[in-house]
């Protein structure tokens, strides 16, 4: 086979004088897109709002109860539903990225939870690039694609404490200071006490970030405390080493992250828990 040009077209005769296939120029090839900057991806609180799949659009009941945000040194914290965890990704060309979950609390969500389907979702993330602003995650196998968009500058918190008589809602400030140290949980279908309150600890610093111990893990976590009592806290960077057994910190770091609202009662302090699913109670330690 022979090729040649004629008016800047591109012709190719074909074996055995078959036929002469004509090419027009199309003008130059437009540059492929470059991969989205990792940087990009970090730094931001990612809320999942949807995930349209092939078959169905699933749609995130409450957005805030699943989040992910991607720290620059390749690990992620994440928040699906009452439960925390975190995670090591990966990025590459072409906006690839691999994200591995981690170790991750195993505390009950309620009826309308949607964990299962985010933590899939991300770990079958293939590459990620942005629209609009928002982040979109494509999955395996073109099945899916999740759309996720940053959290507002301030969690919006939950109800208002709903103690009475000798219970008062305090100011945030009367928060800030404390160890407060976890005694129990008292749930409706019963109380869960804490076997040593020293190695289940919270302190809301004035900058609002909280330093947590959960039995043989510490953690940074972020609060919003609001004057009607209100109480958000946002997962952070948390060491990952294996507690022995009968450690109680899923049952710490599941209370806290489901955070509703804050009270102080005799000089103890209680939180509220989402879905009126119980009541923390902490005291000042010595």
């Known amino acids: 086979a022979l090729y040649f040009f004629q008016d800047g077209d591109l012709y190719i005769d074909q074996f055995a004088s078959s036929g002469t296939m004509r090419f027009a120029n199309g003008g130059a090839p437009e540059a492929e897109p470059s991969a989205p900057a990792t940087d ?17 659009e ?15 040194d390749g690990t992620a914290n ?7 965890g975190t995670a090591t990704y990966t990025t590459g060309e072409g906006g690839t990225i691999t994200i591995t979950p981690g170790a991750m609390t195993l505390a009950m969500c309620p009826p309308d939870s949607q964990a299962t389907q985010f933590m899939t979702g991300l770990s ?10 928002n982040l ?24 208002p404490g709903k103690g009475t008589g000798g219970t008062t809602v305090a100011p945030a400030t009367a928060l800030v200071g404390p160890k407060w140290q976890a005694n129990n949980i008292v749930k409706p279908d019963g109380t869960i006490t804490f076997n040593d309150p020293t190695r289940y600890t919270v302190t809301f610093n004035a900058d609002g970030t909280a330093n947590v111990q959960a039995d043989c893990n510490t953690a940074v976590m972020g609060y919003t ?4 009592g209100s109480l958000t806290m946002t997962p952070g960077p948390m060491t990952m080493a294996a507690c022995p057994p009968g ?5 710490f770091l599941g209370g806290l992250t489901n955070a509703m609202g804050y009270r102080l009662e005799g000089g103890s302090l209680l939180i509220d828990m989402l879905y009126e699913s119980g009541t923390m109670s902490f005291s000042a330690a010595q």
């Open 78 to 84: 994440i928040t699906a539903d009452c439960n925390v």
């Open 225 to 228: 405390a609001g004057a009607d």
């Open 247 to 251: 450690s109680m910190d899923q049952y």
């Open 124 to 133: 079958a993330a293939a590459i990620y690039f942005f629209q609009d602003g």
């Open 136 to 159: 979109l995650i494509d999955l395996f196998a073109g099945s899916g694609t999740m759309h996720f968009a940053p959290a507002g500058d301030t969690v919006e918190g939950g109800l």
């Open 40 to 56: 990009t991806l970090t730094g931001v609180t990612w809320q999942w709002v949807k995930t349209m799949t092939p078959v169905e």
């Open 58 to 72: 699933i749609v995130a009941v409450d957005p805030a109860r699943y989040t992910v945000v991607f720290n620059e």
